[in-house]
Structures are given as structure tokens and as C-alpha cells.
């Protein structure tokens, strides 16, 4: 005889509380609606890719060489990492790398005042973005 209330029966346990049939019923409805959004073009495609940028100075002068380098991982795997500059809220492309390491080197602009901010784009193999946390390097005279 069972003496668990029926209100702590719904566990997320489903091997010990769901018949079998009902196991089946949702693993066959999950595997058609996959293959029902790969059919028109919109299946999973993983989640996005994480990228971490770090830079080889956090001051520079204006025409000082810095390198960015980025770290990317992704369950589908990375194409290519993207390096921008942020210059007055508008992104800049800087070089796009198809293979580790991702290593950049780029010149602080002559016009550069205060700080110059960086970020690096990972794009992984089903075309998924993720973007790093900027990054700061402060100009010096």
C-alpha cells in the first residue's frame, strides 16, 4: 500500500512515478517537434557561444600596439572570433580569426581620448553569436 500523499507523488523523478507508456509518449513527441523545426529551418542549434577577452596593457598611449586575445568554447564549436573597437557607441571590425589562438594586435587611434574600449565575438558553427564583456584600456600621454 502506498502511503505517500498524492501531492508529493510529482516528483522530478519520472522513473519512479510516470508509467512507461507515458516516458514513451513525451520522448516520441519531443523527437517530432525536433524533427518538425529542423524540417523548416529552425531545429536547436545549441546554446550560444561564450568568449572572454583580455588584453596585453590596460593603459597605452595614443599609436601604442596592444593585443587582445580572446578565449572561445562553444558545444557546436567556434568558426571565428571577431575583435571590435567601440567608438562613440558604434562597433568598429577590427579582424575576424578563424583559429586559435585568437590572437589580435591592433594600434590605439591617434584621435583616442580617456579610454578605448574592446570586445571580442565568438561565432560558433551553426552561426550562433556571443559576445564578450568590453574591455578598457586607458590612454595615457
Request: charged share 15%.
Amino acid at each position: 500500500m502506498n502511503t505517500t500523499p498524492a501531492s508529493s507523488q510529482a516528483t522530478l523523478n519520472p522513473s519512479r512515478t510516470a508509467p512507461r507508456r507515458h516516458l514513451f509518449r513525451l520522448g516520441l513527441a519531443a523527437s517530432l517537434l525536433s524533427l518538425a523545426l529542423t524540417g523548416c529551418g529552425g531545429g536547436t542549434t545549441g546554446d550560444e557561444p561564450t568568449v572572454t577577452l583580455a588584453t596585453t596593457a590596460t593603459s597605452a598611449s595614443a599609436g601604442e600596439s596592444v593585443t587582445l586575445i580572446a578565449v572561445a568554447s562553444s558545444d557546436l564549436g567556434i568558426s571565428a572570433v571577431r575583435f571590435y573597437r567601440v567608438d562613440s557607441g558604434a562597433s568598429t571590425l577590427l579582424g575576424t580569426l578563424n583559429a586559435t589562438p585568437y590572437q589580435f594586435t591592433t594600434t590605439i587611434p591617434s584621435t583616442a581620448t580617456d579610454s578605448v574600449s574592446y570586445f571580442a565575438r565568438a561565432v560558433d558553427t551553426d552561426g550562433n553569436t556571443g559576445d564578450s564583456d568590453d574591455v578598457d584600456i586607458a590612454i595615457t600621454d
